[in-house]
């Protein structure tokens, strides 16, 4: 399998990584597995989980969606990249879905609002041509239309009603991997990334076509990743590597596509989704504790993240907060402002910060600043009893 290549610095080759992980990965599908469905029409969903229908003029038809929101969109005012998910009804479970938040909880990656699209008549929406098989029986003809409808209604839909900024992730599995392929090479702009697990390439209507698209691709930055299992179908690891070799020799800078070959895995592994997101993010997870020594590297890896990767990120506030604080129980007082004014730069729109900040002012002798950041901390939160007792204390 020489063309086959894997993320270089992904850090859990490590079989036995790979081994704990999924039985955590089992434990939070079971978890939900006796949760009720949305309705009884529905597959089972990981709640909690929004469902939503769109009147497509594109399609003509009325599309059901799926929302799963990240554990903390309720109480914070972050904004989220997504995961357009097609074939919901097959991959948008509970186990693909709680594999994305544990690797996000471990630092792997950002967390995502994940939107999983609710087929209707699948086989219409694969290939841009019909598509006679030898059985007589015929699939596609709109995928122009159906990759319309996620660029010009679905996701503008998407990004007026959540959080979002911005940045998409597409992904689609089997014949729904060729309709990714062929979205990044028909309608770059739909997306940053682009994950294709299983795709099925070779058809008569992206043979004649892939190289020239290839050659034209004018989309700039963005990443495809192949993602199959190491005996998928023969066709399958042929038409992907050829496909990855061609953008290799020709594509124009800015195009970069990425194997990912699963151990042990057959067509469309079940954590694709979560080792395609790993590989668009390599190198995103913080390796060393957040401490006073370490704070200036990290911030700096925190804020570079979104040049490398196209996503905003912060450090989690709590841990900002504890070390800040930890640094004025020290008697740190410049360092600890410095990393309290980071942690109000960060999370704007927090109370619990600019109390921290304020104490550090207090701290320092300066009363009117630590006045000044208390009061703006009822003014966010208005009621706030930490901020409400620091003010009496200086009255």
Not at 20 to 41: E, N, Q, T
Not at 214 to 234: A, K, S, T
Not at 254 to 268: D, K
Request: glycine share 8%; proline share 5%; charged share 25%.
């Amino acid at each position: 399998m020489g063309l086959v290549e894997q993320c270089s610095s992904r850090k859990d080759s490590n079989m036995r990584s790979i081994a704990r992980r999924w039985i955590l990965l089992v434990v939070l599908g079971l978890s939900c597995a006796f949760l009720p469905s949305a309705s009884a029409d529905d597959p089972l969903l990981p709640l909690p989980v929004q469902v939503g229908k769109i009147a497509s003029i594109k399609l003509g038809e009325t599309r059901e969606y799926w929302v799963s929101l990240p554990d903390r969109y309720a109480v914070s005012n972050e904004k989220y990249p997504v995961v357009y998910m097609m074939d919901g009804e097959f991959n948008f479970n509970s186990g693909v879905i709680g594999g994305l938040r544990y690797h996000a909880m471990m630092g792997e990656m950002p967390e995502f609002i994940v939107v999983g699209i609710k087929n209707t008549d699948r086989s219409q929406d694969l290939f841009p041509e019909e598509v006679t098989y030898r059985d007589g029986s015929k699939a596609g003809g709109r995928a122009d239309q159906y990759l319309d409808f996620l660029r010009e209604e679905l996701i503008p839909y998407i990004e007026r009603s959540y959080r979002t900024q911005g940045f998409r992730i597409l992904f689609g599995t089997s014949n729904t991997g060729f309709t990714t392929v062929y979205a990044l090479l028909r309608n770059p702009d739909l997306a940053n990334g682009y994950i294709a697990a299983s795709a099925t390439l070779r058809l008569p209507s992206l043979a004649a076509r892939r190289d020239q698209m290839i050659r034209d691709f004018n989309g700039g930055r963005r990443q495809l990743i192949l993602v199959m299992g190491e005996y998928d179908l023969p066709t399958v690891l042929s038409g992907n590597g050829e496909l990855k070799e061609k953008i290799e020799l020709t594509a124009p800078e800015g195009l970069v596509c990425r194997f990912e070959v699963i151990r042990s895995e057959g067509h469309v592994p079940g954590n694709a989704l979560s080792a395609g997101l790993r590989c668009v993010f390599d190198g995103w997870k913080i390796a060393k504790p957040l401490n006073e020594r370490t704070f200036s590297e990290i911030r700096a890896h925190v804020d570079k993240r979104r040049e490398r990767y196209g996503v905003l990120s912060t450090l989690p506030e709590s841990d900002l907060g504890d070390l800040g604080t930890r640094l004025l129980g020290e008697k740190k007082i410049a360092k600890a402002m410095e990393v309290l004014q980071y942690q109000v730069d960060s999370y704007p729109n927090s109370a619990s910060a600019r109390v921290n900040l304020g104490d550090a002012h207090r701290q320092n002798g300066n009363l009117t600043k630590a006045r000044e950041y208390y009061e703006h901390a009822l003014a966010l939160e208005p009621g706030h009893a930490v901020a409400t007792a620091k003010l009496k204390e200086l009255r």
